[in-house]
């Protein structure tokens, strides 16, 4: 059995940061790459950004340059750092991860359950 939990969703001023984690447990062998999605209200999930296992990175343009991927390979967690948070980057934020359970079995993706972000003043 495999979770990844989120959390550090909430409510931010327009301007403001919030940092989100996402951490993984259960039977992992080994976290390939790992990413943040967001679905806004009455929208398709969309992809945020992504973080290989050798540590790259990618962004989607609306977030490149005010969202930060990062992970603590040790913890198994996932980090989102937002600033400069604005009202169109309100949205539920979903982890996903690539996760093999064991040695030499396949790679499986998974989800966490979300976590709410909302930026109002």
């Known amino acids: 059995q495999v979770q990844l939990v989120e959390s550090g969703g909430g409510l931010v001023q327009p301007g403001g940061s919030l940092r989100l984690s996402c951490a993984a447990s259960?039977?992992?062998?080994?976290?390939?790459?790992m990413a943040w999605y967001r679905q806004a209200p009455g929208k398709e999930r969309e992809f945020v950004a992504v973080i290989t296992g050798g540590g790259s990175t990618n962004y989607a343009n609306s977030v490149k340059g005010r969202f930060t991927i990062s992970r603590d390979n040790a913890k198994n967690t996932l980090y989102l750092q937002m600033n400069s948070l604005n009202p169109e980057d309100t949205a539920v934020y979903y982890c996903?991860?690539?996760?093999?359970?064991?040695?030499?079995?396949?790679?499986?993706?998974?989800w966490g359950q979300g976590t709410q972000v909302t930026v109002s003043s």
């Open positions: 996903n991860a690539d996760i093999r359970r064991y040695y030499g079995s396949a790679w499986y993706e998974y």
């Open positions: 259960g039977s992992i062998f080994s976290i390939n790459a």
